[in-house]
């Protein structure tokens, strides 16, 4: 398994451009999620998913849309990026193919997006 | 806003026990403790959970009071790629419960 994995790893945007960044997971885990990370900070929940079709909004939800149109894959798109944008971005999926708590969530390498 | 409250940053010397403390003063009967960490700029890593009674895997103890409303993670033999960032965190038992991750501990681990 490749577990979590993101694209691109870098990016560098002009502000008001738009982009997605690309998750995938093949552990087909239900549960699906994308957060921020700012420099000397924690993670901040942006959006996530717990199951196809089925999307939520996390902390800091602004600026940001997602779709779960297969179990794999969660993207997460900027439809006019702002420098407040720049920011580290994981993904993680948890599983949850049993009636027992998911308990592990699984994080991908994370994408590094400058927004200038 | 986290639940939870962490030092933040602690150091501690290659080879010796490394005891994280975390304050979840309003935990609630059906929150889990999670403990997971973040190397350098890595993706975080999950490390351990647990309910009330202590927990134990490769990588960790989990030790839980008996009021649950502190926990403390034990890293017995802390080695350098222990340095990280600890995030403790209280999650509700259910599932595709969300995690909430606040600003952790900075754990260097001294040569």
């Known amino acids: 398994n490749a577990g979590v994995t993101q694209t691109p790893k870098f990016q560098v945007l002009k502000t008001g451009q738009s982009m997605t960044l690309q998750c995938a997971q093949d552990m087909n885990h239900e549960y699906m999620s994308w957060y921020r990370q700012d420099p000397g900070m924690g993670l901040r929940l942006i959006h996530y998913s717990v199951g196809a079709g089925i999307t939520d909004q996390g902390e800091v939800p602004n600026g940001y849309n997602v779709s779960r149109s297969t179990t794999e894959d969660f993207p997460l798109r900027l439809l006019s990026a702002a420098p407040s944008q720049t920011s580290v971005y994981f993904c993680a999926s948890m599983g949850g193919n049993s009636d027992r708590i998911t308990d592990t969530q699984y994080f991908g390498p994370g994408t590094r997006l400058t927004v200038l | 806003d986290a639940k939870t409250t962490q030092p933040t940053s602690m150091d501690c010397a290659e080879g010796r026990a490394a005891n994280l403390p975390c304050n979840h003063s309003?935990?609630?009967?059906?929150?889990?403790v999670y403990w997971y960490r973040q190397i350098h700029s890595q993706g975080p890593q999950y490390i351990i959970h647990g309910l009330k009674n202590n927990e134990t895997n490769e990588m960790a103890s989990l030790i839980i009071t008996e009021d649950r409303k502190s926990s403390t993670l034990i890293l017995p033999h802390a080695t350098l790629r222990d340095t990280a960032v600890y995030y403790c965190?209280?999650?509700?038992?259910?599932?595709?419960?969300?995690?909430?991750f606040g600003k952790g501990t900075r754990l260097s681990v001294i040569a």
């Open positions: 309003t935990i609630s009967g059906n929150e889990y």
């Open positions: 965190i209280v999650r509700p038992y259910r599932r595709n419960t969300p995690l909430v």
